[in-house]
C-alpha cells in the first residue's frame, strides 16, 4: 500500500516533447512537494503546495508547472523538453508545519534523448 | 543561506561493524530540524532520523542513531551492527524552523561488505 506514489517510474521521451508527471498520496498530508535529483545525485527542491495553494517556488524554468487539483495529488507538467532536464523527480508529502517530516515518492527517472 | 556538507563521498564497513557518516551544516538560525534520508539502488529516499535543534538529546532508531552536537554545527550518523540491507547512498538535510524546504548534502555511498 504505497504511500507517495508516481507515474510513471520511467520515461524515455525526444527533445521538445511535452511530458507529464502524475503524484498521489494517501497519508492524508496537506503538503506536498516536487524535489529534483540530478545526474550527481544531488537533490533540490522545485516546488512545494499546501491545500492546493503554491508556497514554494524555486527557481524553475517556466517549462515546469505544477498543478494541484486537491491536497492528495500534485502533478508536474513539463513542456519542451530538454537534454537537461533528464533526472529523477520525487514527488513527496508532509503534514503542514515546520520541521514535520517529509515522505518520498520513489521517483520518475525522466530521461531526455 | 544554509548549506549541508558531507564530507565523505563513498564508504564501506564489514557487515555486523559499526559506522559512522560526517555531516556539518552552516547557519544562523537557532531553531532547525535535521534528518538523515537512505537512498537504497531502488532509489526510494526513506527517511532514517529526525533531530529537533532544541532537544540536546541525541535521537536514536534502533541501530541507528545520531551525535548532534548543536555548537559546532554537526551531525553524523553511526550505524551499528551495519547489515548488507544498509548498503545504499545516505543524504544529510537540514531544515530551518520558518522553512518547509529540505536543503540537502551531496550524499556519502555506504557499502557494507559480506
Known amino acids: 500500500d504505497t504511500a507517495v506514489s508516481q507515474t510513471p517510474k520511467y520515461l524515455v521521451t525526444q527533445m521538445g516533447n511535452d511530458k507529464s508527471i502524475k503524484c498521489e498520496q494517501n497519508?492524508?498530508?496537506?503538503?506536498m512537494y516536487w524535489y529534483k535529483q540530478d545526474s550527481k545525485k544531488f537533490l533540490k527542491i522545485m516546488f512545494s503546495y499546501n491545500n492546493k495553494e503554491l508556497i514554494i517556488n524555486e527557481t524553475v524554468p517556466n517549462r515546469f508547472s505544477p498543478k494541484s487539483p486537491d491536497k492528495a495529488h500534485l502533478n508536474l507538467h513539463i513542456n519542451s523538453l530538454e537534454l537537461g532536464d533528464s533526472a529523477v523527480y520525487f514527488c513527496?508529502?508532509?503534514?503542514?508545519?515546520?520541521?514535520?517530516?517529509?515522505?518520498f515518492g520513489e521517483g520518475s527517472w525522466l530521461t531526455v534523448v | 543561506a544554509q548549506t549541508v556538507t558531507q564530507s565523505q563521498p563513498e564508504m564501506s564497513v564489514q557487515e555486523a561493524e559499526t559506522v559512522t557518516l560526517s555531516c556539518t551544516y552552516d547557519t544562523s538560525e537557532n531553531n532547525y530540524y535535521l534528518f538523515w534520508y537512505k537512498q537504497p539502488p531502488s532509489r526510494q529516499m526513506i527517511l532514517v532520523i529526525r533531530q529537533e535543534a532544541y532537544k540536546q538529546q541525541n535521537a536514536t532508531e534502533n541501530r541507528f542513531s545520531v551525535n548532534f552536537q548543536k555548537a559546532a554545527k554537526s551531525f553524523s550518523l553511526k550505524i551499528s551492527d551495519s547489515q548488507l540491507g544498509d548498503t545504499a547512498m545516505y543524504f544529510c538535510?537540514?531544515?530551518?524552523?520558518?522553512?518547509?524546504?529540505?536543503?540537502f548534502g551531496s550524499g556519502t555511498r555506504l557499502l557494507v561488505r559480506p
Open positions: 513527496a508529502s508532509s503534514q503542514y508545519g515546520h520541521g514535520n517530516t517529509i515522505y
Open positions: 538535510a537540514f531544515m530551518k524552523d520558518s522553512s518547509y524546504k529540505l536543503i
Open positions: 497519508l492524508g498530508h496537506d503538503t
